[in-house]
């Protein structure tokens, strides 16, 4: 079956402690791409990725950091993950390198830091 | 910087047509996309507009007048089960995408 997987699903951590969100995609889609959502902001990009070893910042990079190594995984890492950080996370790719093209969306990771 | 508004809410009654508008100011355009999330769910993808004019896809269409920086989803027949909500986003490069904040659409019968 075609499609993106995030995991955890669900995870509670401590200020502080370095965690990483795994997203993996098989459909061989160059476009990646992770946003948060909160309520009453919408979804916002943190960071997306063009092929692999190409990433860039979106909108909201700071306190995150990503990688893509191989076309499949596009790995969301928190170095010192903060309150502020506490949010739905949805990874996505689509076909081709670009935006507008069609996003598939993961069912989402939902993260809380104490 | 950019920004995207749309109706926070709207409601309907099953079976007629709703339009959720969305006016965008970004930097640059490539295209406006609409995507639908249900609660608890990830958001799906509806459409995408790159030219003016009208796009259909089955009960839902979507418009964009670039002039006007403004586009629409419209959703006929309206079911049930269109009750989730809808979020329009624009693409100031081939690279980003910057969502608007969302209308919660509620079908009542």
């Known amino acids: 079956e075609a499609q993106v997987t995030q995991n955890p699903r669900y995870l509670i951590t401590v200020t502080g402690k370095k965690l990483t969100v795994t997203c993996s995609q098989n459909m061989n889609h160059e476009y990646m791409s992770w946003y948060r959502q909160d309520p009453g902001l919408g979804l916002r990009q943190i960071y997306y990725?063009?092929?692999?070893?190409?990433?860039d910042k979106g909108d909201v990079p700071e306190g995150y950091k990503v990688s893509r190594k191989e076309k499949r995984n596009f790995p969301l890492i928190l170095e010192s993950p903060s309150p502020n950080q506490t949010s739905l996370y949805f990874c996505?790719?689509?076909?081709?390198?670009?935006?507008?093209?069609?996003?598939?969306f993961g069912p989402g990771t939902r993260l809380t830091v104490l | 910087g950019q920004s995207l508004e749309q109706p926070s809410e709207v409601t309907a009654v099953e079976g007629a047509i709703v339009q959720i508008n969305c006016t965008y100011q970004t930097s640059g355009f490539y295209g406006l996309s609409w995507y639908q999330q249900h609660d608890g769910g990830a958001p799906t993808f509806l459409s995408y507009?790159?030219?003016?004019g009208l796009e259909e896809t089955g009960r839902f269409s979507s418009f964009l007048s670039r002039s006007d920086s403004y586009g629409y989803l419209l959703l006929q027949e309206l079911q049930m089960k269109d009750s989730a909500s809808y979020f329009c986003a624009a693409a100031p490069g081939a690279n980003n995408l910057f969502f608007g904040t969302g209308t919660r659409l509620t079908v009542i019968p």
């Open positions: 990725s063009m092929n692999v070893e190409v990433t």
């Open positions: 507009n790159a030219l003016d």
């Open positions: 996505a790719s689509s076909p081709l390198a670009r935006s507008t093209d069609t996003q598939y």
